[in-house]
């Protein structure tokens, strides 16, 4: 029995009955109502619950029987004498409420129904022991499974709950909801917080994805003229913010032109016609506009590219070819990005939504307000009466107004998830689709909303999937101090092209570390809270669509903030040709202050590693690595590493100043270009600049590979200044130039983990079989390795030789096989038995004639073993594991194998088969350049090795030569041992869908030498 729960049930509707008996001057009265439902309890226990609630509730004085005498307040502050007779003349009205709570209650805490005479004494016990178990701290585990279907429910494991609110009405601190697999259409709005000690969790139950969704499906789909689909009686009530989703994703509003791509950030927009009178902040003039665009939205992004907005289709001129829409205010950023402005040859492009007659593309969706009809053209010619298509229809997935609740393992689709409590935490939660709306005359720069929106104080978002929307990602409030994202993947937003980006920043003391941030039409990530620290990311793929932003970018007051910007890969800013290609790795715009930037790596931008702009001041740059930071396209000369705009603003000229640069690396190129029109200035007259080098060839140990430790080169080694606090701990007489300490640590950003694209993965897949098949030496001994993980699984091991004589010519005559625990030999056979024929059968192992040298036998296998494989003479020979089955949870997750590989038939390979319904990630390693170091020490290792994966049908799948340094957390992750920086090893992470696949490992120039292929499955 739950007498904890169902005790809670009675206090808290007692607590809700006091609040409203002082309202109506009859609070009083809920004492003789307790008593007379409950009869034991005592004073001990009023005092427990006030403790417990924080809030006084009336007890008795009297002169020892209850009920005499006054009711009074227990605070004598605040007591209020109330006669007995006025008090008890509540108890009619309440009497058949409590005697239905505390039916509720016997009926929860013993799972039957109860009668009013079994309430009393149980009732009693019940209370009595719920109470001791709030003092106690005991939790509960209330399940909530969508597919259950019984009438009866009580949050039990056999009577699960069937929605998250019913959960949650029942949740108490301590308590644990688990949600079984399924779709649920409703906010998961917990009502009431845990504590720091004993938080409420949410956690998928770990039967199958959970999904919470802002969505509903649409069904009454009619085909209609030209692969349209009609459903009619549709209520798309979020004005803005409807959409139109199709197997998990948002699908395009009818647009004219075309997205021809499919690409978000290719605007695939028109350039407007730029003649006088053709023109102006209400209307533009393009002589393809179809007659038709009389309403819809127009989507504009202006010459200078810096910043999209929307604005309302007035009317439209046939004669003219003039579309006219809601004028642009005067104020930034409307004033910069109108019609006006010239810049790049042009005035802006333009493209326009929102007309039923413009639905003529795969995946257009239009909605008729007033007929409550909708139309849709579904992509790749899928029929949506299959299923799939599905509209949003509430604002939120996720409210969290209370404070101490833990949500983990659960996927959110469609709409924002909000956090307005304190002391949360958000673990491994997939957030997709989550903001997707028009900003339609919005009046401002980042309009749009965001996927998880951060108000509360003390939260923490970790481990998490955050990808695919028009706006922000996360964005973290002025006001949640202390806020932590921590080893997450956001990728895929600000769609719309305006100041939005994956993540913002502006709470004190936020904490932004470990993460992979990419994807955006503008800026990637923005940090400007008093005291926060911006580490350890990855931040990639800026300014697809916009320019003069940066993967950094921010903005200030010339006050500083103390924010510090360390340890981070900033990489990949290039914008459209349709822009000044003014692309950014760190931009500390107009009147930033007080950024401590440090071992950052900057590479492969447009327009300079480095930026500042009005009155930037007091922003320290130390140890950071610039490298192909932009080549100014009209004098194909490279832009300078440090550029300004200083303009004369309100008539006072503005002064980037007392900055200090040192101990920093670039490529060859100048170091500082300040100035604004034909104005230039010397920078280094009054900021800090010394100590700063430059390398005309990469001076890294390999930059193809990312490996940007240094070279052993004077120049740059020993070379630095000592910065206490930003140096400490360098090694050798002096600490390096840029980034990376020579015999220090190589730090790699970014989560230790990796999620592909794409809708939710519903299913599941595991490895089933593992083999080598690999030429075996006279007196060799073979050693292969296989791992399990998550619990212990049968595995049937099989040796071929002669089993393989159909395949290939030269086979082994009679392989041997041992297998081997922690050095400790646990079963061999020479030739296999007949009984193993059975177990052959089952996992669909190739049969091998009765009476073959072949060897086999069957293990249970929990964790790592070795096969090793020998026997007289010499040939090719397979070694197999095959999956036979086991714990639920285990699985085969990793295979090894050490050999000669040399040409054609003779190089090493390694097979693996995935079974199930869902894709696989996994991880390929063709080792040998590090095997002839220590501890390996094998001389006759391969030099350069190349990595191959092949399907079923032979056809190539990945390859690879050499490996990159991103992959060094997937190889600590998977508990991989460590391959040489920049060595000619290969490596290769992959996504395979279920089937058979095969890896070969060969040396690059074609030489036979030792190496080592390993297969790792990713959990």
Request: glycine share 10%.
């Given at each position: ?283 533009i003039t393009h002589d393809a506009i179809p007659d038709y665009w009389t309403s819809g939205v127009m989507f504009w992004l202006g010459a200078h590219s810096g910043c999209a907005v929307q604005r309302a289709v007035t009317g439209y ?130 309009a749009g909303g965001a996927a998880v929106l951060v108000y509360g104080k003390r939260n923490r978002i970790e481990h998490c999937l955050v990808e695919e929307g028009t706006a922000t990602g996360i964005n973290i409030g002025m006001n ?540």
């Amino acid at each position: 029995m739950d007498f904890r729960r169902a005790a809670f049930f009675v206090w808290e509707e007692i607590r809700d009955a006091v609040a409203a008996g002082r309202r109506d001057g009859k609070g009083g009265a809920v004492f003789e109502m307790f008593q007379a439902t409950a009869g034991l309890l005592s004073d001990g226990l009023y005092i427990a619950c006030r403790a417990l609630f924080a809030m006084p509730l009336p007890r008795c004085r009297s002169s020892g029987r209850w009920g005499d005498g006054v009711i009074v307040n227990p605070n004598p502050r605040e007591s209020k004498a109330m006669p007995r007779k006025r008090a008890c003349l509540a108890i009619d009205a309440i009497a058949a409420r409590c005697r239905e709570i505390v039916r509720r209650t016997v009926r929860h805490a013993v799972g039957r129904p109860a009668t009013w005479r079994t309430v009393g004494a149980r009732g009693a016990l019940v209370l009595l022991a719920g109470v001791w178990g709030m003092v106690r701290g005991d939790s509960a585990e209330v399940h909530v499974d969508a597919a259950y279907t019984g009438a009866y429910t009580d949050g039990s494991a056999e009577f699960p709950f069937r929605t998250l609110a019913d959960a949650s009405a029942v949740l108490m601190p301590g308590d644990t909801c688990l949600i079984h697999a399924g779709t649920y259409r409703e906010v998961l709005s917990p009502p009431r917080s845990g504590t720091a000690g004993a938080p409420i969790r949410y956690q998928a139950a770990g039967d199958g994805l959970v999904v919470v969704t802002a969505t509903d499906p649409v069904e009454n789909w009619q085909p209609g003229a030209d692969g349209i689909y009609v459903a009619e009686g549709v209520e798309m009530p979020l004005g803005k913010a409807n959409m139109l989703h199709f197997r998990q994703a948002a699908q395009q509003l009818a647009r004219w032109p075309n997205d021809a791509d499919g690409d978000p950030y290719t605007y695939d927009a028109l350039k407007i016609r730029t003649e006088a009178g053709t023109y102006s902040d209400s209307y533009i003039t393009h002589d393809a506009i179809p007659d038709y665009w009389t309403s819809g939205v127009m989507f504009w992004l202006g010459a200078h590219s810096g910043c999209a907005v929307q604005r309302a289709v007035t009317g439209y001129d046939p004669a003219t070819h003039r579309l006219s829409f809601t004028p642009f205010p005067s104020y930034w950023p409307f004033g910069t990005h109108s019609p006006n402005r010239w810049e790049n040859g042009h005035r802006g492009i333009f493209y326009l939504m929102g007309r039923l007659e413009a639905l003529d593309a795969p995946g257009e969706w239009y909605y008729d307000e007033a007929a409550r009809r909708l139309h849709f053209m579904p992509p790749s010619g899928a029929d949506p009466r299959e299923g799939g298509a599905e509209i949003t229809v509430r604002n939120r997935t996720l409210n969290l107004a209370a404070d101490h609740i833990h949500i983990e393992g659960i996927a959110f689709y469609g709409a924002p998830l909000q956090i307005n409590g304190s002391d949360c935490v958000l673990s491994r939660l997939h957030v997709l689709e989550c903001v997707n709306q028009l900003i339609t005359d919005e009046d401002s720069a980042v309009a749009g909303g965001a996927a998880v929106l951060v108000y509360g104080k003390r939260n923490r978002i970790e481990h998490c999937l955050v990808e695919e929307g028009t706006a922000t990602g996360i964005n973290i409030g002025m006001n949640a101090d202390d806020t932590v994202v921590e080893n997450c993947i956001i990728r895929n937003f600000d769609k719309q092209g305006n100041h939005c980006s994956p993540i913002r920043s502006s709470g004190r003391r936020a904490l932004i570390t470990r993460n992979r941030i990419s994807g955006s039409a503008r800026d990637v990530s923005r940090c400007t809270g008093q005291g926060s620290e911006f580490s350890y990311n990855e931040v990639f793929d800026g300014l697809l669509a916009n320019t003069d932003g940066g993967l950094f970018y921010v903005t200030g007051n010339s006050v500083p903030v103390d924010v510090e910007l360390h340890h981070n890969w900033f990489h990949g800013a290039h914008s459209p040709d349709y822009t000044s290609n003014h692309s950014t790795g760190i931009y500390l715009d107009n009147d930033s202050a007080g950024y401590l930037v440090h071992h950052n790596v900057v590479w492969d931008v447009a327009w300079g590693g480095l930026h500042f702009n009005w009155d930037a001041i007091e922003n320290k740059i130390y140890n950071n690595t610039f490298w192909e930071v932009g080549i100014d396209p009209d004098t194909n000369e490279p832009w300078a590493l440090i550029l300004s705009w200083i303009p004369v603003l309100n008539g006072v000229p503005t002064d980037v100043r007392d900055n200090i640069i040192i101990n920093n690396l670039s490529d060859m190129r100048p170091w500082w270009d300040s100035g604004a029109g034909a104005m230039r200035e010397d920078e280094t007259l009054d900021n800090t600049f010394r100590n700063n080098r430059q390398a005309e060839q990469p001076p890294f140990e390999s930059y193809e590979s990312l490996f940007f430790s240094l070279r052993d080169d004077p120049r740059f080694v020993d070379a630095g200044e000592v910065i206490p606090g930003i140096t400490d701990g360098y090694k050798g007489a002096a600490p390096d130039i840029g980034a990376y300490e020579r015999g220090g640590d190589f730090w790699v950003p970014g989560p230790d983990w990796d999620a592909e694209r794409g809708p939710f993965v519903i299913g599941s897949s595991r490895l089933v079989n593992l083999s080598v098949r690999t030429a075996l030496a006279e007196a060799q001994n073979l050693i292969v390795g296989f791992v399990t993980a998550g619990g212990s699984r049968d595995i049937l091991l099989r040796a071929i030789g002669p089993g393989l004589e159909a395949f290939v010519e030269g086979f082994h005559p009679n392989p041997r096989l041992q297998l081997f625990r922690e050095g400790t030999e646990v079963a061999v056979n020479d030739d296999w038995p007949a009984g193993l024929r059975s177990s052959m059968d089952d996992v669909g192992a190739f049969p091998l004639a009765p009476g073959s040298r072949d060897a086999a036998v069957l293990y249970t296998l929990h964790g790592a073993c070795s096969a090793h494989v020998n026997g007289p003479g010499s040939g090719m020979v397979l070694v197999e594991a095959y999956d036979a089955g086991g714990d639920a949870g285990a699985e085969l997750v990793n295979v090894s194998a050490r050999n000669l590989s040399g040409r054609g038939n003779d190089v090493l390979i390694a097979g693996f088969v995935i079974e199930g319904d869902a894709p696989r990630t996994v991880l390929v390693r063709g080792v040998g350049p590090t095997l002839r170091q220590e501890p390996f020490e094998i001389g006759n290792a391969i030099g350069d090795t190349r990595v191959a994966v092949f399907d079923a049908d032979g056809g190539k799948v990945a390859e690879n030569d050499r490996w990159p340094a991103t992959l060094l957390p997937l190889f600590k992750q998977l508990g991989a041992f460590p391959l040489l920086p920049g060595s000619d090893d290969a490596a290769l992470r992959v996504v395979l869908a279920p089937g058979a696949y095969t890896a070969q490992v060969s040396s690059a120039d074609g030489s036979v030498g030792e190496a080592l292929v390993e297969i790792y499955v990713l959990p």
